[in-house]
């Protein structure tokens, strides 16, 4: 659906996007949220069929809305117009598909990188939460340093054979495709030998297993990839181009990573830090007042340094380092609020069982929820450590920041210029 030929205004896309929801939302879904009556709201949302919802929703451009139109997803909207909607969709809260990796990163790499017949093939189905997408970037052996990994892939006619092993892949249990990079020439420094695939991976020859965190939850796998397949036609950019097609998902991963996403940075189990505030104000103690306050400014200055990002972008300039300076304070941000969450919990802030060791509400993950009870809370504490890890650590961050953005000299890398085959590794 295309909202609108000539350029609408703010206000006219937001209008739209009220009376979409209002036609496709559950009867009383608005005025409940309008009410503040949550219990309403929760309820409505657990008979909702979201797989349904998220079809819906996707192919009426919502999911994407800065995605061209002609994919089958996608308003074609400004970063800027884009957030119009968004704002609207926040305020409803408005079930969003859980295929967030396929759509942070997955979309735009092949938005930027694929062919028409893949951008035809591949957007809709992201979308709509049809077919889910995983990131096949870290391996046992390169986390940090990704370029030195050392997954094999060997062309065979029309196909490549892969063999190899990743790690800490998320949603590699529920994805149809995964973005996969190889190396495909071990005679060249490591940057210039990659290739880089959407692999099936529903494929023969990929394994997944599961890694359990500390939640309880298993959100992220092992993938070995034992002769498995991928045609040369699901290959994005050049053959030992791979990096460079890398670099574009890893700047819109900080970016999704940055609290820039269509879910407000600043929740807390779900629910907004001003919800937060509300749940213990009156607050007498002041060292309690002064950590409430200092998150609010944070998450202030966050919104504004993503609104600054947005501004770039919205001038034409591709996702950029500067995604790497909210990613680092979203991260430090996010740990310390979860924080400041659990010790206002008191008691209730740990006592809390965990959801056990097989994935519990396993994809409800993903989906923003309406609790703010203790558990959520407990949750959020525990999910926030990973902040500083995944999407590239907050050291990684400091040294993009230091080098990109503050001009200093490049980290010394004495393995950059030799030939990947001959440069040390463990196992
Ligand atoms: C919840 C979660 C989800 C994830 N999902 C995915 C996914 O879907 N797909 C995927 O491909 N990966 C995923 N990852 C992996 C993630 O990208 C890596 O864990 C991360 O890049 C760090 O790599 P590593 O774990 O190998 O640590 P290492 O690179 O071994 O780092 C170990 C420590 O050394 C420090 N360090 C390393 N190099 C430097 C340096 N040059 N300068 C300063 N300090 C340095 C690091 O900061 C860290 O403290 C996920 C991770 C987490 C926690």
């Known amino acids: 659906m295309a909202v609108h030929a000539a350029a609408p ?29 949550d219990a309403k709201v929760a309820a409505l949302r657990k008979d909702l069929d979201y797989a349904d919802w998220c079809i819906r929703f996707g192919e009426a451009g919502y999911a994407t809305p800065t995605w061209p139109a002609e994919y089958g997803a996608g308003l074609s909207l400004t970063p800027g117009e ?6 609207v969709l926040n305020h409803y809260r408005v079930p969003r598909p859980f295929n967030i990796i ?18 035809h093939r591949l957007l809709r189905p992201l979308a709509t ?51 996969l990079v190889t190396r495909t020439n071990p005679d060249l420094p490591k940057h210039r030998g990659l290739s880089y695939f959407i692999i099936d991976m529903h494929a023969p020859g990929v394994t997944i297993r599961p890694l359990v965190q500390i939640t309880g939850e298993a959100e992220f796998n092992e993938v070995f990839f034992d002769d498995a397949r991928v045609p040369d036609s699901m290959r994005l950019g050049e053959v030992g181009d791979g990096w460079r097609v890398s670099v574009t998902t ?19 189990g779900g629910s907004p830090l001003q919800k937060l505030i509300d749940r213990h104000k009156p607050v007498a103690d002041l060292l309690t ?34 995604g790497s300076i909210t990613k680092l304070q979203q991260a430090e941000f996010n740990q310390r609020l979860q924080k400041l969450a659990v ?68 980290e010394p890398d004495t393995s950059r210029e030799l030939p990947w085959s001959e440069v040390p590794r463990n196992g």
């Open 129 to 179: 939460n049809q077919e889910i997408w995983c990131q096949l970037f870290s391996e046992p052996g390169a986390g940090s340093d990704v370029a030195g990994l050392a997954t094999r892939a060997v062309r065979d006619g029309d196909e490549w054979v892969v063999n190899g092993q990743k790690v800490w892949t998320t949603l590699a249990h529920l994805a149809k495709w995964g973005m």
């Open 250 to 268: 890893l700047m819109n991963e900080r970016v999704s990573l940055s609290g820039a996403g269509s879910v407000g940075g600043d929740a807390v």
């Open 289 to 322: 007042r002064q950590r409430l306050a200092q998150a609010y400014i944070e998450s202030r200055l966050i919104r504004i340094s993503n609104q600054r990002a947005a501004a770039r972008r919205k001038s034409g300039a591709e996702a950029g380092p500067e």
């Open 9 to 37: 205004s703010a206000e006219q896309l937001q209008e739209q996007t009220r009376a979409w929801l209002a036609q496709e939302l559950p009867p009383g879904w608005m005025d409940a949220v309008d009410a503040g009556d």
């Open 82 to 87: 884009a957030k119009a909607v968004n704002d």
């Open 102 to 119: 396929g759509i942070g990163m997955g979309g735009p790499t092949v938005l930027a990188w694929g062919t028409e017949e893949q951008k």
């Open 343 to 410: 010790d206002l919990e008191g008691a209730n802030g740990v006592a809390w069982e965990g959801v056990g060791l097989h994935g519990g509400d396993d994809v409800g993950t993903f989906v923003p929820t309406d609790t703010d009870d203790h558990y959520a809370i407990a949750r959020g504490f525990l999910r926030a450590q990973a902040n500083s890890i995944e999407g590239g650590t907050s050291n990684i961050m400091r040294n993009i920041l230091g080098e990109r953005v503050l001009g200093l000299p490049k």
